[in-house]
């Protein structure tokens, strides 16, 4: 595992130590704050008792003094904020994190201490005890090596188990984006440690759960400026659990099939996780570790996405409805066959629209659970738009309309969102910005062209957190504003029903 108790008692020691950093009082954030949790490895979150004994907290008082107690060993510290985000400076450098609604988070090595002020705080963070994650590792290695003594144990990249089928095509294939971070490089490649980059991935399997994969470097500032700036070019596999890279290159070096195993991530759902070494004829060496989320993901409360450079950019291709880094110039490699029937979703007899539009939506329009929470309904039309469960979108394959589901989160509010519009949208093309109501809930509606095609955006506010959620966005592109602003579209954000 890359990161382990050791580092928490080394982060101890770090913590400790005195700051001499200014501060900024924040007074909504002041208080004391208790030691929860922890990143174990890479894919868990692990609860704080189980490693560290005695008290453990952080009291931040005015005029940027600190009182810092881990394992009974108490220290003053000092602290600055700027927003949420917060610094802790020691003698062997700074600290940063994010401190917000209870929950205080310290980050050192690419690893988090969570801090909560609240039980509130503490539902934000997936922990698990030591000891459930260890059985779920021994469960793992079990089930995984149920060869019969003497005989040879198959390699960790074989086939399915049993037939991949549509299902592992609609949760692997498209396009996700995340970053590289390096380290241990060595030659040609040892002034990239410590360094990370972009990066853009796309899968494409066909239905027996075989197809390729491809990494890219999508602003060219590591490898070049063109499409064919890869990172991993590899045949791959899957099935419902694991994504394999059978063969092929990495930085121009062969993949090695047992270091390329795409898990999902146990503590960030939807997050992808997959690192190794490479290893070339001249003996120069780099580390890599890839991080993805589907494209389209907001990466809410991952507050890795701090380091990803270009990661604002990103998050602007999204809200302006781009549903790819390269835009409508890749069609796919040409593996991936429709699925047998050509519905994205079973009809669901005798439903209808809550927004009495049910004779635009047909007369057994699709449900669909926004993101599988629980906490929004909607309906559409099956026979005219196709659902990506991959990126929450629909898409109209006639028109080429889509509408992006996206919900909002934190402490996302209507006002912030208006200032944001004004910001960065005011000198588009057709600019509107208006105050309307959806199903008796207070909304705003963004109108505006570029060079991408017409953008609406229906940002709906439920009046209040409903586990988390403040409301749902309705990103809606088109070729024109016409397009987008249609009786169809409306009839299904007219839909939307929340389940209070």
């Not at 990143?39 to 810092?68: C, H, P, R």
């Not at 188990?161 to 060595?186: M, R």
């Not at 927004?355 to 039309?381: E, F, M, Q």
Request: charged content about 20%; overall charge negative.
């Amino acid at each position: 595992m890359k990161k382990c108790t050791a580092f928490a008692l080394a982060l101890i020691l770090t913590l400790t130590l005195c700051a001499c950093g200014g501060a900024k009082d924040n007074e909504t954030i002041l208080g004391t704050y208790t030691l929860y949790a922890m990143d174990y490895d890479e894919k868990s979150i692990v609860l704080a008792s189980d490693l560290f004994s005695g008290e453990n907290y952080i009291t931040l008082k005015s005029g940027g003094t600190a009182e810092m107690c881990l394992e009974d060993d108490v220290a003053s510290v000092r602290w600055k904020a700027e927003g949420d985000k917060l610094t802790v400076t020691a003698d062997d450098g700074d600290m940063t994190g994010r401190v917000a609604d209870g929950l205080l988070t310290l980050m050192a090595d690419g690893s988090n201490l969570y801090f909560v002020a609240n039980d509130a705080a503490k539902a934000k963070i997936k922990a698990v005890s030591l000891d459930e994650l260890l059985q779920g590792v021994a469960a793992e290695m079990f089930n995984s090596s149920a060869e019969p003594a003497g005989e040879e144990s198959a390699p960790a990249a074989t086939a399915p188990a049993e037939p991949a089928g549509p299902g592992v095509q609609e949760l692997w294939n498209g396009w996700y984006f995340g970053c590289i971070d390096l380290s241990g490089c060595t030659g040609q490649w040892a002034d990239l440690n410590g360094e990370t980059y972009d990066a853009v991935m796309y899968v494409e399997l066909g239905g027996d759960g075989k197809g390729r994969l491809a990494i890219w470097d999508p602003f060219g500032n590591l490898i070049s400026n063109e499409h064919s700036n890869k990172y991993v070019d590899a045949a791959c596999h899957a099935d419902a659990q694991y994504l394999y890279a059978d063969s092929g290159e990495v930085f121009g070096c062969e993949i090695d099939p047992s270091d390329w195993v795409f898990v999902h991530n146990l503590s960030i759902p939807e997050k992808l996780n997959v690192g190794s070494t490479s290893t070339n004829d001249a003996g120069e060496t780099v580390g890599y570790d890839f991080q993805f989320k589907p494209w389209g993901d907001r990466w809410e409360g991952d507050d890795y996405a701090q380091f990803i450079p270009y990661f604002d950019a990103y998050l602007d291709g999204v809200d302006a409805g781009l549903t790819s880094p390269f835009g409508d110039t890749f069609s796919g490699f040409g593996i991936a066959q429709p699925a047998s029937g050509g519905e994205s979703a079973p009809p669901v007899s005798g439903s209808a629209s809550s927004g009495g539009r049910s004779d635009l939506l047909g007369v057994n329009p699709a449900k669909l659970d926004v993101n599988d929470r629980g906490i929004v309904n909607l309906y559409y039309p099956a026979d005219q738009f196709v659902y990506d469960d991959l990126y929450g979108k629909l898409k109209n394959e006639n028109t080429g309309v889509g509408i992006l589901l996206d919900p909002m989160l934190g402490a996302t509010n209507l006002e912030e969102l208006r200032q944001s519009y004004q910001e960065h949208n005011s000198d588009e093309d057709d600019y509107s910005l208006t105050e309307i109501t959806v199903n008796g809930y207070k909304a705003l509606l963004l109108k505006y062209s570029d060079f991408l095609g017409a953008t609406m955006r229906v940002d709906v506010d439920f009046g209040g957190n409903h586990d988390g959620w403040y409301g749902i966005s309705f990103a809606v592109s088109g070729d024109s504003l016409a397009d987008c602003d249609a009786d169809l579209v409306w009839a299904i954000i007219e839909s939307m029903e929340l389940l209070k």
